[in-house]
């Protein structure tokens, strides 16, 4: 019998006459992979039902269909492409089987040699400069989604995962201020809520190159929305001052520096652009120079402009196939900037409404989650320790799929006032929680130390009907923990 399959209805399935379904090998906050067979063939496939929340949109299906067509056509070495897709119950994706490492696991067993990096980017570009030309947008490039495998005779070799798919479970992409993705991945166009074009998918790619060399990442922050307010307006550090004691040459600073230049015009216009200089710096060849001492953080010196011709028609045409696919709108300046909300740092931007919490209900309401919860942050900063901002921030949270910030504003709203125990979506969102593996821990702690007994009719009902088998061994154990501490 297959690993997990006395808990798990999936498992022994056979999805449309073709596809079995062996083991469960992974979860996450957007769904379950599973090890999976083509009947017949005996061919390993990896299967990932998307969790059932992300289909309760009337055109979810419609979508799923299209961009799932669109996300088949990838064919390329360093992408992993959609084999077949389905619904049984909820909507899946069958795609090639990847074992490997992610860059993730990587970084944090400390920083990367500088010329194995380059090489592991200049990879994902190949695989990126693939998906551009067939006008395919990632949106969530990151260091958990690109896995590196050891291809015999060939080193390593990266595989891009998940294209298509933070397109795909948007809510609403023809919000001015909708934003999609990872905070700390996000070009400064992407988290201000503009559009979003190859340029943004380049943006997070360097981003991951700088993470990789350095062991850190560019910016960061307790919270989601400060990180994408220094995305869009902070100084970026150079490589040489975020990791002490290392070597960096001034030409990859400076292919760092342009890379995440805030205007997206002033950056690498296409991946062949990006890749071709970082082939040219001494670290891709395995030299290791000195970082100058004055060159100080990439703000202190303008980035090359780039150079119309070849390389900034495809970019324009790029764009186009993005707000064509995407239904994007965003305001322009006469200038053709995208005009930034205010609290993001656009000057011109329209003025906000008075900070109040039925305002931020209101824009919650209407779908502006990000607009809500940056007047939520100024409310916090006018009001410290109160626990309903806190309660309003997690739900939102929760909302944008970031379960890790969201336990963390639950905790502080319980810090505040103990009798939101038994706030009901409180207990619905800790519990789910439990299904997304940067947060469980965090939520377990939570549920067991400060939530306690009103938690127990939401973990029995999750430990006895959840569609995901993580999901239901935990709520058990914290069900009898509970239980037990009460005794």
């Known amino acids: ?41 005996g061919r390993v496939v990896a299967i990932k039902f998307l969790h059932a929340t992300f289909a309760q949109s ?9 961009e799932a067509r669109a996300m088949s056509r990838l064919d390329h070495p360093n992408c992993v492409s959609v084999i077949d897709f389905g619904v049984d119950d909820t909507p899946y994706f069958v795609m090639d089987f990847v074992s490997g490492t992610t860059c993730t696991e ?12 380059i090489s592991l980017i200049r990879q994902v570009l190949a695989g990126l400069a693939h998906a551009h030309e067939r006008g395919i947008i990632h949106r969530d490039v990151k260091p958990a989604n690109i896995m590196v495998a050891s291809a ?19 809510v609403d992409m023809t919000l001015p201020s909708f934003v999609v993705g990872t905070p700390s991945y996000m070009s400064p166009e992407q988290a201000s809520g503009g559009p979003v074009d190859a340029r943004s998918d380049l943006y997070a790619t360097v981003v991951v190159l700088f993470e990789l060399l ?27 001052a975020t990791l002490r004691g290392a070597a960096f040459s001034a030409e990859l600073e400076r292919v760092v520096r342009r890379g995440l230049a805030k205007d997206p015009n002033q950056r690498y216009q296409t991946p062949a652009e990006l890749s071709a200089a970082l082939a040219a710096v001494p670290e891709a060849r395995g030299v290791r120079a000195p970082t100058p001492p004055d060159l100080g953080s990439a703000t202190t010196q303008a980035a090359p402009r780039a150079r119309p011709g070849r390389g900034g028609g495809l970019a324009l045409g790029l764009v186009a196939a993005a707000l064509l696919a995407g239904g994007g709108y965003v305001a322009w300046d006469r200038l053709g900037k995208p005009r930034l909300p205010v609290a993001l740092g656009g000057a011109d931007a329209a003025p906000a409404a008075q900070p109040s919490l039925a305002e931020a209900d209101r824009l919650a ?11 939520l942050h100024e409310l916090r900063r006018q009001e410290p320790g109160r626990a309903d901002i806190s309660r ?8 944008k799929g970031w379960p890790v910030e969201g336990v963390a504003a639950y905790r502080e709203a319980l810090d505040h006032e103990p ?22 821990e965090k939520a377990h702690a939570l549920l067991v130390l400060r939530v306690g007994p009103p938690a127990l009719r939401e973990l029995r009902a999750a430990a006895r009907g959840d569609d995901r088998p993580e999901v239901r061994r935990r709520a058990k154990q914290i069900e009898d923990e509970i239980a037990a501490a009460a005794r």
């Open 152 to 170: 015999t005779g060939a080193g390593e070799q990266v595989r891009i995962l998940d294209f298509g798919l933070a397109k795909l479970i948007g």
């Open 392 to 399: 309003r921030l997690g739900a939102l949270y929760f909302d």
């Open 419 to 440: 009798r939101l125990a038994s706030d009901p979506r409180l207990l619905r969102d800790l519990v789910g929680a439990l299904g997304a593996p940067d947060a469980a």
């Open 106 to 117: 990587m970084i944090e067993r400390g920083p990367v040699e500088p010329r194995r990096a």
């Open 365 to 375: 309401r209407r779908g502006d989650r990000d607009a809500a919860i940056r007047m």
């Open 58 to 66: 009337p055109d979810f299906l419609s979508r799923f269909e299209h």
């Open 214 to 240: 350095t062991g850190k990442k560019p910016f960061s922050a307790d919270d989601p929305m400060q990180v994408m307010q220094k995305h869009v307006g902070a100084p970026l550090p150079s490589l040489g």
């Open 1 to 41: 019998m297959a690993r997990g399959s006395q808990d798990d209805p999936r498992i022994g399935k056979v999805l449309a006459g073709r596809y079995s379904v062996i083991e469960r090998i992974a979860g996450g906050a957007m769904g379950i992979v599973y090890r999976g067979e083509r009947v017949g063939l």
